[in-house]
């Protein structure tokens, strides 16, 4: 007999894990690549200041390509194994340079509304810029999600019905 299909038993664990675990360590990596060190002591410009400021710039490049080289693993995992990346998971990837987008770090964030004067609050676009690459990612604001096209037809279609039920009542 095979193992029971129970709500605790998940289907690739150990793929889901590999993944968990990549965006972590991305994540802290990332985090803590960006952050400045006190700055070293002294006024003049020594070896030794400057050879800590050197060593110091080329530790959170280390740590930021480090992290960048976990997510190109996480989507390599996924994609092999044919694992589907949550959206949110997704919206904090920059898919064309695998940094991690990190608002204020990483990335910026700009809400931008096209229309006319800014007139349709519902055309508000969240844009995430990437330090790293220049991509830009666009989601939408507060968007309700259209229904499929068939439902759409089927509603349209009612509301005619009724519209002529409704003239045809009046006279």
Known sequence: MGKSKGPGNVPNRPTYSRISYLYQAAAYLASHAET???????TERDGATLEKQVSHAHAQRNKHSLSRRLITDLRSTSLKSQIRLSPSMKHTICKFCDSLLIEGET???IVENKSKGCKKPWADVLVVKCHTCGGVKRFPVQ????????????ESEEKQRQQADATTDAD
């Open 36 to 42: 400045k060190g006190p700055e070293p002591e002294g």
């Open 107 to 109: 990335s910026n964030t």
């Open 143 to 154: 968007a309700p999600r259209q229904k499929r096209r068939p439902i759409r037809e089927k």
